[in-house]
């Protein structure tokens, strides 16, 4: 059954050097709802103006109804446009504006002469047919006074509901909404969607909406696609999307959400906030992944009773509903309830393995946190390193004594200072003893990934991970230890210090 | 008394700049306008415009000129101006700088270089009409593509796409809605130009070598032949028709639309 009535295949749109739309497979079916979210410059409303003809795919493919699209222009494609800031015609009042398509519009006639033979003739519609229908339009975007009013002097509501009449008289095919309540207020914004929710069951047009709001979004559409970086993060059901977060930038674009670091330490087990967690998620062990939990999901109890414990540190009231900052150690949860709780008070948290969504974490390096020493080392992972203490000041250097000399002349001493340790995962040497590297542990992992090995090694005293990409293969298990070259110890302040 | 200074004041000197230089001259012209050799009322004058032949041959070629000169400006102006604020190109205000810079140079000078290029093609005997009217265009082309240009460059671009996305092809696109929105830039452009060419008379003196007459040479003509009273009656009426012209291209309407669209900038 092929009910695509819109397909993008492999389509690209590049400006001069930026790719604005990366290379997108999409499809629309019949009747849909569907809506481009992401944030702007995601490449979603060129993804729409491509589909609308105003602009041309460097590569690629779009088929309407299977049939090749991508090279006719506008006013030759059944799909019409509600525009962002409307565009209506200064010039024409509200009729004429409505009347423009319908009056370019040639529709085929089927006569019978006397012979009886039917003859097929393209024909402008009537005055009377056009008057018709720019009526009952108007009718039901509820203007009906309004026909030989200026445009100019219509509101902003007004002047959008002129807008999506002037597109939908045409009977497109595909509606397409580029942000079109952007410029409303929040209340006048609020009923829009409702109405336009309405409009779309009534019509039975394919709507693709394009927003940056993703409230919106979740209300009104039956399909999502989320975009980033003109590519496609995640096309799913508004509850697929909110529950089933493909990834950390969906989840954390779609509603409020608290991301965690994770491992996975055994069979539907995950450790973050240094607790381990049931989860209903089933991924290999000692994976590195990331932890969306919804600030309504988290449960707060009293201190004790929950799975972890820790200080309300701020609470503001929200409406329905309180926000509260939980903090255990160094890590924040947001958590939404209605009982409020004190700043200061203790409390603890329960999350419901059913609330716990995992998904794979892409690793670019490694961080840690870890502090200078006397010898102007760094210790970190349960380990010492060489390092160049010189990174953390742009322009500094070492005088004899061990003391860092600012580029304004200013002496520093650097023990104990807090600093953030980041090691990239092809710069870390494996050496086969304990004793010879810097740090040392026991390799937990193994992964295979095409041409090389991702190997993650766990410290024996902090458990912290070294994530390694190493062309050589190691066992399970084995004892090993690191060393890092120390040009390759990326090194920054933690923000507390640099503020002094 | 105290001597108080407000900001009105700053006006003084402008106000007698006017009372002198332009409302005392016109009331002048009206006394001569009005009155005969000897100082006596009289609307003999203005009848004599409407009665005198070569009087009114000089409004019909004047006419003539000024019609043939904007309608020419227009028509070269409008693809100039469209291209520059349409077409994207990269450079293009460079471009339209090369439009406006012969304004920068001194107007008889230019003539002068145009009268010298024509005698060295030898066109310079053959129609002084036709020479002033080029001389004219080449002259005021500038004042058409500026006022077109900035009506066009700030025309919303959606409304071309949404012309488009409701079926409209590029030529009924430019038919319904371009052409409709930048009027304000045609009529500013029209008047810019056709005001001058009615009056402009050192043109048609060194491009036709003063073998056509238009009002603004009988105007002088009158006043060398100190016929002062016909001189002023002449001008009194190019003025009122002017302001004529001006109100029906609606060059008086004061609407912020107007003004939005460029045409304010004239």
Redesign the interface.
């Known amino acids: 059954m092929d009910d695509k009535i819109i397909e993008l295949i492999g389509v690209s749109r590049q400006y001069d050097t930026t790719l604005a739309v990366d290379n997108i497979d999409l499809y629309v079916k019949k009747g849909e709802f569907v809506t481009f979210l992401g944030p702007s410059g995601c490449g979603k409303t060129t993804t729409l103006r491509m589909i ?3 602009e041309m795919p460097t590569s690629g493919q779009i088929l309407l109804n299977g049939k090749d699209i991508t090279k006719i ?3 030759e494609r059944p ?3 509600v ?3 409307y ?5 024409m009042n509200v009729f004429d504006n409505i009347a ?2 319908l009056k ?2 040639k529709v085929t006639a089927v006569y019978e002469n006397e012979q009886g033979e039917r003859i097929e003739r393209k024909e402008k519609l009537s005055k009377a047919e056009i008057s018709e229908k720019v009526k009952r339009v108007l009718k039901l975007v509820d203007l009906e006074e309004f026909e030989k009013r200026d445009v ?1 002097t219509l509101s902003g509501g007004q002047q959008q509901r002129v807008a999506i009449a ?2 939908i008289v ?1 009977e497109p095919e595909i509606l397409l909404l580029d942000e079109p309540l952007g410029a409303l207020d929040l209340k006048m914004r609020k009923d829009m969607q409702l109405e336009l929710k309405d409009m779309h069951k009534k019509l039975g047009i394919t709507f693709i909406y394009v927003t940056h709001d993703q409230e919106e979004a979740l209300t009104m559409s039956d399909t999502i696609v989320v975009m980033k970086d003109g590519t496609i993060q995640q096309i799913g059901t508004p509850m697929d999307i909110y529950n089933e977060p493909k990834n950390a930038f969906v989840a954390d674009f779609i509603g409020e959400s608290n991301i965690f670091s994770g491992t996975i330490v055994g069979d539907r087990k995950v450790k973050f906030i240094n607790h381990v967690f049931d989860c209903v998620d089933d991924f290999p062990l000692h994976e590195k992944v990331d932890v969306v939990v919804r600030p309504e999901d988290v449960v707060l109890k009293d201190a004790g009773e929950g799975q972890v414990d820790g200080v309300i540190t701020s609470s503001i009231f929200k409406g329905v509903h309180f926000e509260m900052a939980f903090t255990v150690g160094k890590t924040e949860i947001i958590i939404q309830d209605t009982v409020e709780r004190k700043v200061g008070e203790k409390a603890s948290v329960f999350i419901d393995p059913e609330s716990i969504h995992i998904m794979n974490k892409e690793f670019v390096s490694n961080k840690y946190d870890g502090y200078i020493t006397k010898k102007n080392t760094v210790c970190f992972a349960d380990g010492e390193f060489e390092c160049d203490v010189t990174k953390l000041y742009p322009n500094s250097r070492l005088d004899e004594e061990g003391y860092l000399i600012l580029e304004n002349g200013e002496k520093k001493d650097l023990t104990d200072v807090d600093v953030e340790v980041e090691v990239g995962l092809k710069d870390i040497e494996i050496i086969d003893n304990d004793e010879d590297g810097d740090a040392c542990g026991s390799i937990v992992s193994i992964i295979y990934k095409g041409d090389h090995y991702q190997i993650i090694i766990r410290t024996d005293k902090e458990e912290e991970d070294f994530v390694v990409d190493t062309e050589y293969a190691w066992n399970e298990n084995d004892r090993v230890s690191v060393k890092i070259p120390p040009e390759k110890i990326g090194l920054k302040l933690k923000q507390a210090e640099v503020r002094k | 008394m105290k001597l108080r200074f407000s900001r009105k004041h700053l006006c003084v000197p402008y106000a007698v700049f006017l009372a002198l230089f332009v409302i005392a001259p016109i009331i002048i012209m009206l006394y001569y306008a009005f009155t005969d050799r000897n100082g006596a009322f009289t609307f003999m004058n203005f009848g004599k415009i409407f009665s005198d032949v070569s009087t009114i041959s000089a409004i019909l070629t004047s006419l003539s000129v000024a019609i043939l000169t904007t309608a020419l400006c227009l028509l070269i102006g409008y693809p100039v101006a469209y291209i520059l604020a349409r077409s994207g190109l990269k450079n293009s205000a460079t471009l339209l700088l090369l439009f406006i810079t012969p304004m920068w140079i001194n107007f008889v000078l230019r003539l002068n270089a145009l009268k010298e290029f024509f005698s060295l093609i030898n066109l310079l005997d053959k129609s002084p009409y036709v020479n002033t009217v080029i001389g004219m265009v080449y002259d005021f082309l500038p004042f058409m593509i500026l006022p077109l240009y900035t009506t066009l460059i700030k025309m919303d671009n959606s409304l071309v796409e949404a012309s488009q996305d409701l079926g409209a092809n590029k030529v009924t696109t430019f038919i319904h809605v371009i052409l409709p929105l930048s009027m304000p830039g045609i009529l500013s452009g029209i008047t810019m130009v056709f005001m001058p060419t009615m009056t402009n008379y050192v043109i048609s003196d060194i491009l036709g070598r003063s073998q056509i007459t238009i009002l603004g040479k009988l105007i002088e003509n009158h006043f060398m032949q100190s016929n002062w009273n016909m001189g002023a009656a002449i001008s009194m009426f190019l003025l009122a028709a002017m302001f004529l012209f001006t109100w029906f291209t609606g060059g008086f309407k004061d609407d912020g639309e107007n003004k939005a669209r460029g045409s304010g900038l004239w």
């Open positions: 609308a003809g105003f222009p506008p006013y799909i019409n446009t525009f962002q800031r565009a209506l015609f200064p010039h423009y398509g370019l519009k100019t002037r597109a045409n």
